[in-house]
């Protein structure tokens, strides 16, 4: 078997694209079209589904990499034991997270301890980061309320609490203190997309209390639902730390259970000790992260 097109393989499902995966191999994009497709013909089968805006593997092509993605870490593994002695003065950590604001101090803190390594950030929703993170697409993620599960390295970072997002005109603010979720009855309520924690813990928190506060507009990023609330169109729920600093909008807290969330820094176990990765855990337990 040809290594080199395995590898283009194996980097082509991970990043779900071509040009993506000839920017983390530093080829040409041709070229890894080439390798696959001389892989393709010499087996004389179909790993990858081409559609218009994405590549897909097919059944084989999943099963050949759940193999490829385990030899290459064994790989990146064994390149770092031979450059143990070194310092980390170069390298590539490719990183999920869903939330911008706990992950830039990461970052920050990174580029300053180990400026040769260099970056490659996904920012998606909670659902998206954990798909990514268990398709191996990256070496670790940023996640919120993650299950403790075998085969995952694990560290908690800390904690964030929801509250409401009003605009600054509204009638409550300069009235109260806070506000329970009940007193949202009537309020027009802006929600983000179904796959993102912010709505999942909001749900749950209201079906603990038994309410039924369903969403009179969705939105599928953060910043369109500060724009909205900033614009007037109604309120809604976002984490304390991802508080805008806008004066065309204001936060108050929420009372109620079930409405804190915990963030952790995690990755496969068995990438636990690639150097990259394991100095970016220890960068993160540097890091403090405030309490809601």
């Not at 400026?115 to 697409?137: D, F, S, Y």
Request: charge should be negative.
């Amino acid at each position: 078997m040809n290594l080199f097109q395995l590898r283009a393989f194996d980097a082509v499902v991970r990043e779900g694209s071509f040009t993506r995966a000839a920017e983390r191999l530093c080829i040409s994009q041709p070229a890894v079209t080439g390798h696959v497709k001389a892989l393709e013909e010499h087996y004389q089968v179909q790993l990858l589904r081409r559609t218009a805006r994405q590549v897909e593997p097919t059944e084989l092509g999943r099963c050949l990499a759940a193999i490829s993605h385990q030899l290459f870490a064994l790989a990146d593994r064994a390149e770092d034991l031979l450059d143990s002695s070194q310092a980390l003065t170069s390298g590539r950590l490719d990183l999920a997270a869903d939330s911008p604001h706990l992950v830039m101090p990461l970052l920050a803190r990174m580029r300053e301890r180990y400026p040769g390594v260099r970056i490659n950030l996904r920012l998606g929703n909670t659902q998206e980061t954990l798909t990514a993170l268990h398709g191996e697409r990256v070496d670790l993620a940023l996640v919120s309320d993650i299950a403790p599960r075998a085969g995952l390295h694990l560290l908690p970072l800390g904690e964030a609490r929801l509250c409401l997002l009003l605009p600054a005109a509204h009638p409550w603010i300069g009235s109260r203190e806070d506000v329970a979720l009940h007193e949202l009855r009537g309020e027009v309520l802006l929600q983000r997309e179904p796959g993102s924690l912010t709505r999942r813990t909001f749900e749950r928190a209201c079906a603990s209390q038994e309410l039924e506060l369903p969403a009179d507009l969705e939105l599928n990023s953060r910043e369109a639902v500060i724009e909205a609330v900033a614009a007037g169109i109604g309120v809604s729920v976002i984490y304390g730390q991802e508080a805008p600093k806008d004066p065309r909008v204001k936060v108050l807290p929420l009372k109620g259970e079930g409405l804190v969330s915990r963030h952790f820094l995690a990755c496969q176990q068995r990438h636990a000790e690639l150097r990259v990765v394991k100095a970016f855990f220890e960068v993160a337990g540097d890091v403090g992260y405030p309490s809601p």
